[in-house]
């Protein structure tokens, strides 16, 4: 017997800010350097945002660096990736939003 799903809010984003699957996502963007904004379709202000590294077609894994979370209006996640001396650093990531 199956569960609930945990989430049907997610996003897999490629570097250059494209989307390269998700669900509930209305668009995804870069505007400026390693910032990226992910719309869904449905108000998130009441949930949380979990992004992690994450590489879908393989490649180098890269070390030493971190992900900000944050939400702008009431449906878009802003993912901020930067290196360990704090430069911005355009990489692939998971979005999960959970209500």
Do not use: W
Not at 71 to 78: A, K, Q, S
Request: charged fraction near 10%; charge should be negative; include cysteine.
């Amino acid at each position: 017997m199956q569960g609930q799903p945990a989430t049907k809010l997610f996003a897999v984003i490629n570097a250059d800010g494209s989307l390269l699957r998700g669900s509930g996502v209305t668009s995804s963007s870069m505007p400026s350097a390693a910032v990226y904004h992910i719309a869904f379709s449905t108000n998130i202000t009441g949930c949380a945002y979990l992004a992690n590294a994450g590489q879908d077609a393989g490649g180098a894994i890269y070390d030493n660096y971190h992900l900000y979370t944050s939400r702008t209006g009431t449906d878009t996640v802003v993912v901020e990736i930067y290196d360990n001396t704090n430069s911005p650093l355009q990489r692939s990531f998971y979005l999960a939003v959970l209500c």
